[in-house]
Nanobody
């Protein structure tokens, strides 16, 4: 049974930083594409960052230069380091995983966590 468990969300002021973690159970994160997505109230879920099974990374334009995705295969955990946070980054952040080819669209992923809330105040 696959389970993804996010942690690390919270409230922070604009300009601050947070690091999200996604612990994967039932899969080997090194073989899967791991992605971070977010959804703000009233908006569609959008892709934030993706790390492929080969370690390649993809970022949404809105977070390039501020966010960094990484993974620790020994811990079966993916991370999202978020710096220079802005109020518009406020959303529920979800971790996702898929075996195979994937892009930064939610429909490409078939395993999802429950989400962790990030709130950035101005």
């Amino acid at each position: 049974q696959v389970q993804l468990v996010e942690s690390g969300g919270g409230s922070v002021q604009a300009g601050g930083s947070l690091r999200l973690s996604c612990a994967a159970f039932g899969i080997s994160s090194s073989r899967y594409h791991m992605g971070w997505f977010r959804q703000a109230p009233g908006k569609k879920r959008e892709g934030v960052a993706l790390i492929g099974s080969d370690g390649s990374t993809v970022y949404a334009d809105s977070v390039k230069g501020r966010f960094a995705i990484s993974e620790d295969n020994a811990k079966n955990t993916a991370y999202l380091q978020m710096n220079s946070l802005k109020p518009e980054d406020t959303a529920m952040y979800y971790c996702a995983a898929v075996l195979g080819i994937a892009t930064l669209v939610p429909e490409d992923f078939n395993y999802w966590g429950q989400g962790t809330q990030v709130t950035v105040s101005s």
